[in-house]
């Protein structure tokens, strides 16, 4: 193939076809055509439960018939707050063979997060755990939800393990009360439903909404296509060489874009098996990577630190790993190091590699090559994404070497953000190619041969254990506190999560700067916020800093805090 001049990484592809020929289709139509070709595969995987793909799809057009049944019809939104587990899966595809559109969030949310979305997507139906019902319970959107189906853990595992679950957490599940709006999974799977035909849904139309960052203070609705998801699917499975046969690990949840778009829909659409793990435990994961031997591994830098610290995995032979990859937070060398020691110590010669992607192009579009590898670097473009370094808030190309703003084309990327066309219009920019090109909001630089180099986010957020944090909507909560004047929330350097979520607090009375009130803060932040978004240290100051034009200055906050902790150290 002739070297495109502005695409030098391609050189380096190796087996990787540089272009593929992706079906103009929709999700679902993808899925079954793949139950067609290899029906008797298995998709799934859920803790020694099997489901092969001729079973995937039947569960899916049952599922369509239940979901047509609640009232969904082409168009509609369905809210998805479930684990990685095979309820979540099937409802997600079922949704897009009716033209409803799965709205997926965290199964952890709390209610007045939950009632952001449920606002913002207009959903009347959710699909979500038994154990998080009483947190359904509490929400009142402007549109009421009409119905919420409960799932089980246990729906898809064997007696034994169904009573195991039963006997160590179902059993501390609450009773759920009498309420017009439970459907029950199991009962509505089970029940007779009349087959439904396929929507009259074309491949550019919006098969899903994940939700991640701003700076606004809550999280924007991202659309992505069927295309954008097949396409990102079908170049993920190129890039680590998985096809019939070969199954990943699916440890990062379905709501985040790694773990749907790489976990489960990119083994779909290679024929291969995604092996659904509803709770990261390193326990959990050690012990699939002995039995269940993966080929792939995909994960965050956390992940892979635990695992190469492991005792169990000392004896396990680790040779079934053939490619593994980390991202959603830039991968320190010692845990790269360590897991790759780890793994040849154990019969394997697989090297860890990073990747970068986001939301808005549905997960990762860039990675290194397997048989390449440059210090420091996010690595190259995936077949068919395209991407470039421009000036920081300006369609302008910068050459090789040069810092700047990440900017990404290609069928990954989205349709845009829901129901805000002025941020659409602020990211989504026709460059004088004519091409759409999608502004990440992240810097780096790209070296000659084309292998990118990430720098930092121009815009603020935080990514604790993999997971994106907003500080503003932290924030707006602090600041509904009756004992807060002023507050500023900065990611700082963590040894376990990379970044920890920290708030810089200004009280109106400074009598009352207190453990007990630091404390206070804290668990008024655990009400309403998931876990993940909630401070783990509260710093009180008498003022914040500010910059020239008067906003709080974090990064002044950030920096005082790594010279503090640089000084401990070496005293």
Known sequence: MTQIPDRPWLRYYGAVPHSLSYPPVTLYVAVAAGAQKTPDAVAWEFFGTRSTYRELLAAIDRCAGALASLGLKPGDRLLISMPTAPAGIIAFYAANKLGVVPALIHPLSTAPEIEHYLNASGARVALTLDAFYPVFAQVQPRQPLAHIVLAKIGDYLSPLKRFGFWLTKGRKIAAIPNDARVRW????????????????????????????????????????????????????????????????????????????????????????????????????????????????????????????????????????????????????????????????????????????????????IMAMPVTEYREGSIGIPFPDMDAKICRYGTTEDLPPGEEGEICVAGPAVMLGYLDDPDATAQTLKVHADGRTWLHTGDLGKRDADGFFYFTVRAKRMIKSSGFNVYPAQVEHVLYQHPLVAEACVIGVPDEAQVERVKAVVVLKDPAQETDASAQQLIDFCRERLIKWSCPREIEFRRALPKTRVGKIDFKVLVAEHVARHAERSCA
């Open 185 to 364: 999974w199991k009962d509505l799977m089970a029940a007779p439903q009349p087959r439904v035909m396929r929507a009259k849904a074309g491949p550019d139309d919006p098969a899903a909404i994940l939700f991640s960052g701003g700076t606004t203070g809550l999280p924007k609705g991202i659309v992505l296509s069927s295309r954008n998801l097949i396409a990102e699917g079908m170049q993920a499975a190129a890039w680590g060489g998985m096809g019939p046969g070969d199954s990943i690990l699916a440890i990062l949840p379905i709501f985040h874009g790694f773990g749907l778009g790489v976990c489960v829909n990119a083994a779909f659409m290679a024929g291969g098996k995604s092996i659904l793990v509803p709770q990261f435990s390193p326990d959990i994961v050690a012990k699939l990577l002995r039995t269940a031997r993966p080929n792939i591994l995909v994960g965050v830098p956390t992940l892979f630190d635990a695992l190469s610290k492991d005792p169990s995995l000392a004896k396990a032979d680790l040779s079934c790993l053939r490619a593994c990859f980390s991202g959603a937070d830039t991968l320190p060398r010692p845990v790269k190091e360590r897991f790759e020691q780890l793994v040849a110590s154990h019969g394997g010669k697989v090297r860890l590699l990073e990747g970068y992607g986001l939301t808005e192009a549905v997960t990762a």
